[in-house]
């Protein structure tokens, strides 16, 4: 079975420009979870969603991260405008929203120059 | 609102002995816990869990871990470590029951194994 798909795997940026991070949850997954891990702050909640729907997003740093999920089986991670400080591993999981068990993506590492 | 705090952010231990790794946590709820395991680059990969009923719950890879109330902690041992464990280690809390299901994790333990 096909587990949490992420892409891309690695993303090299510049200052400033747009970073779209994308996510395919396991399927018939109806909870979404967007992590950060960065050697400061450790794994710390983005967002997450459930039936699509966005229900914690205190975790989102600012104005320039936006989250969508606009069906059952894909999700994306916008930064814009990306800055150093945003480089770190992001992972996307999922679950049954019943179930409390999370199943973690590869992670995309991102490095903003 | 929920923490986790783990213990040791390094345990080194020679092939063969005993791993321990520690975990306390804090929550207003009764907590769903977790273990995950990460190997370098890759994401996590979930080792055991405690929902609720017996309190001392067996995972993959001979790993188990022991749910304490009392003492707020879910510490994770292994009889005997084996060179495949060196990897970071992940404790976790969510809200047990119908409460909110994001994870919290501790700052996480990198687990070296000496042959």
């Known amino acids: 079975d096909a587990g949490v798909i992420q892409s891309p795997r690695h993303e090299v940026t510049e200052m400033g420009q747009e970073v779209t991070l994308r996510c395919k949850p396991i399927s018939g997954h109806n909870s979404l979870f967007w992590y950060r891990q960065t050697m400061m702050r450790g794994l710390e909640l983005l967002i997450y969603f459930n039936n699509n729907v966005p229900i914690d997003d205190s975790g989102m740093p600012e104005d320039r991260f936006s989250a969508k999920m606009p069906n059952a089986s894909f999700s994306t991670l916008k930064i814009q405008p990306s800055e150093p400080r945003d480089s770190a591993v992001y992972f996307c999981?999922?679950?049954?929203?019943?179930?409390?068990?999370?199943?973690f993506g590869p992670g995309t590492r991102l490095l903003v120059l | 609102a929920q923490s986790v705090t783990q213990l040791g952010s390094h345990v080194s231990v020679s092939e063969g002995a005993l791993v321990l790794l520690r975990c306390n946590y804090s929550?207003?709820?009764?907590?769903?816990l977790f273990w995950y395991v990460q190997y370098p680059n890759q994401g996590l990969q979930l080792l055991l869990k405690y929902t609720t009923g017996a309190t001392l719950v067996k995972g993959i890879n001979g790993f188990e871990a022991e749910f304490k109330k009392s003492e707020t902690s879910f510490h994770l041992t292994k009889p005997s470590a084996h060179m495949s464990d060196a990897a970071e280690y992940f404790c976790a809390v969510s809200e047990g029951g119908t409460g909110r299901r994001a994870l919290t994790f501790g700052s996480g333990t990198r687990l070296q194994v000496q042959p």
């Open positions: 999981a999922s679950s049954l929203s019943d179930q409390e068990t999370q199943y």
């Open positions: 929550s207003s709820v009764p907590p769903y």
